[in-house]
Every structure is written in structure tokens, then in C-alpha cells.
T-cell receptor
Framework: NAGVTQTPKFQVLKTGQSMTLQCAQDMNHEYMSWYRQDPGMGLRLIHYSVGAGITDQGEVPNGYNVSRSTTEDFPLRLLSAAPSQTSVYFC???????????????FGPGTRLTVT | AQSVAQPEDQVNVAEGNPLTVKCTYSVSGNPYLFWYVQYPNRGLQFLLKYITGDNLVKGSYGFEAEFNKSQTSFHLKKPSALVSDSALYFCALNSGYALNFGKGTSLLVTP
């Protein structure tokens, strides 16, 4: 199994540009989530999904959109990039949808995004 | 509000010595607590979790954590530190469908 994969590894955007961060998992996990990691702030939840067609907002959803059309994929879209979105983004998945946070979460390697 | 706190930004320990990385929590109801480790330029890896049962939880790579309800703590421990344990450690608390992470503690183990 490849586990959780994320592309790209690095990205530089100009303010106002849009892009999609890709996330895929091959473990048939129902629960998937996106976090951003900023120095001294730990990880903060952006959006999560408990199954195909079901998404919800986390702690810091503004400026981001998600969709979940398949179990495997959970892309994160930046609509109009801002310097405040410079961060490292992690996708994670977990076994159970309804108690997903009670199970081990598997994290991808991350995408380092810089917005100038 | 449910939250965790990691009071130390950095912990330094000599190789072979015991290590402790501290975590305290605030929750209404029963806490579900986790420890994750992040090596440089990598994603987070699960170490261990406390859901219920024994207060001493054993995890990966020789780590263990002690759950203390009266002190609302869940400290990560290892009897003998290795240089390769140097990494960023996160305590996390289940909050519905998500995890609330602490800010992280950088562990440096020196030879």
C-alpha cells in the first residue's frame, strides 16, 4: 500500500492565484481530513470528510474548499491564495467514519505552500 | 472548550537517560488522547493512544504514556532515550470528528 499520498510536495503561488492540493489514500478509509501546520501553532483542522459526498468544516476553513467524490480522493482547493495561507498542509485518513478521531490517523508527507 | 497543552517548547535529554514530554488536557467527559511524532520534513506518525483501561499505555518505538485523571495529564515517557528519538512530538485530544493538537514539543537527544 502507498498509504496517503499528496501532490505536489512544494508549490509557490502568487497572491490571487488558485490551485488544488491533491490527496489520495489506498486503504479504503472512510474518514479523511486536511490540516495546516504553522510554527508554534500545532496542526489545525481545515476540512474533513466522513465518506464520499460528505464534507464539513474544521477550525480554519475560510479560503478553502473541498469535495469528496470518491473514497480514495480528497482534494483541497485554494480559491484565491493569500500570504496568510503560506503553510505546510497535511492530509490524513482514518479507518472509521463515525469514530474516526478515535482511531489512528495516517498522514501524508505534506505539501509546503508559499504564497508571495 | 476541549484542548490540550504542551507546556514545553523544547526538551533536551542525554542519550540513555529517561525522557518525559508533558501534556495536559481539558475536556468535559472522558478524554481520548493520542501522541504523534513528526520527523523532519515528514508527516506525523501515530505513537500511542488512551481510550479507556490501563493508565499506562505502551506504544511504538519503546514509548509509553501515563494517563492521570486527577492531574489531567498524559505525559509521554521512554526509559532510555536514543539520538534517533529527536523529533517533534504532538499530544492530541479527540474532539468529535477531529483531533485537537497541542503546539508540539521539540525533543533533542544528545549523544
Amino acid at each position: 500500500n502507498a498509504g496517503v499520498t499528496q501532490t505536489p510536495k512544494f508549490q509557490v503561488l502568487k497572491t490571487g492565484q488558485s490551485m488544488t492540493l491533491q490527496c489520495a489514500q489506498d486503504m479504503n478509509h472512510e474518514y479523511m481530513s486536511w490540516y495546516r501546520q504553522d510554527p508554534g501553532m500545532g496542526l489545525r483542522l481545515i476540512h474533513y470528510s466522513v465518506g464520499a459526498g460528505i464534507t464539513d468544516q474544521g477550525e480554519v476553513p475560510n479560503g478553502y474548499n473541498v469535495s469528496r467524490s470518491t473514497t480514495e480522493d480528497f482534494p483541497l482547493r485554494l480559491l484565491s491564495a493569500a500570504p496568510s495561507q503560506t503553510s505546510v498542509y497535511f492530509c490524513a485518513s482514518s479507518y472509521s467514519p463515525w469514530t474516526g478521531a478515535l482511531y489512528e490517523q495516517y498522514f501524508g508527507p505534506g505539501t509546503r505552500l508559499t504564497v508571495t | 472548550a476541549q484542548s490540550v497543552a504542551q507546556p514545553e517548547d523544547q526538551v533536551n535529554v542525554a542519550e540513555g537517560n529517561p525522557l518525559t514530554v508533558k501534556c495536559t488536557y481539558s475536556v468535559s467527559g472522558n478524554p481520548y488522547l493520542f501522541w504523534y511524532v513528526q520527523y523532519p520534513n515528514r508527516g506525523l506518525q501515530f505513537l500511542l493512544k488512551y481510550i479507556t483501561g490501563d493508565n499506562l499505555v505502551k506504544g511504538s518505538y519503546g514509548f509509553e504514556a501515563e494517563f492521570n485523571k486527577s492531574q489531567t495529564s498524559f505525559h509521554l515517557k521512554k526509559p532510555s532515550a536514543l539520538v534517533s528519538d529527536s523529533a517533534l512530538y504532538f499530544c492530541a485530544l479527540n474532539s468529535g470528528y477531529a483531533l485537537n493538537f497541542g503546539k508540539g514539543t521539540s525533543l533533542l537527544v544528545t549523544p
